[in-house]
């Protein structure tokens, strides 16, 4: 059974930076997608970013241009960077990825808290 453990959340001021961490316990390059996925409070859980197994990577609108997804797979690990952070970026961030057995593995969630 895949684990995957974020790390790397906290609180910041709006305009700061945050990296977030995402450790498999398993190779990463078995997966065919790996994402980031954020839940603020009284909401639905959104999407923020995926990596594709063919190197894509695509963003939400919210985010283009102060996130950044990437890897490494020597690590296991898949990041997030996070710039110029916003109060509305405020949620707790969850790690996804989908097998290429189309098994659905989540992570436990970390909080992201962006003071204004």
């Known amino acids: 059974q895949v684990q995957l453990v974020e790390s790397g959340g906290g609180l910041v001021q709006a305009g700061g930076s945050l990296r977030l961490s995402c450790a498999a316990s398993g190779s990463i390059s078995s997966f065919n997608t790996m994402s980031w996925y954020r839940q603020a409070p009284g909401k639905q859980r959104e999407w923020v970013a995926h990596?594709?197994?063919?190197?894509?990577?695509d963003y939400a609108d919210s985010v283009k241009g102060r996130f950044t997804i990437s890897s490494d797979n020597a690590k296991n690990t898949l990041y997030l960077q996070m710039s110029s952070l916003k109060p509305e970026d405020t949620a707790v961030y969850y790690c996804?990825?989908?097998?290429?057995?189309?098994?659905?593995?989540w992570g436990q969630g970390t909080q992201v808290t962006v003071s204004s």
């Open positions: 996804y990825a989908l097998g290429r057995d189309y098994r659905i593995y």
């Open positions: 990596f594709l197994s063919g190197g894509r990577r």
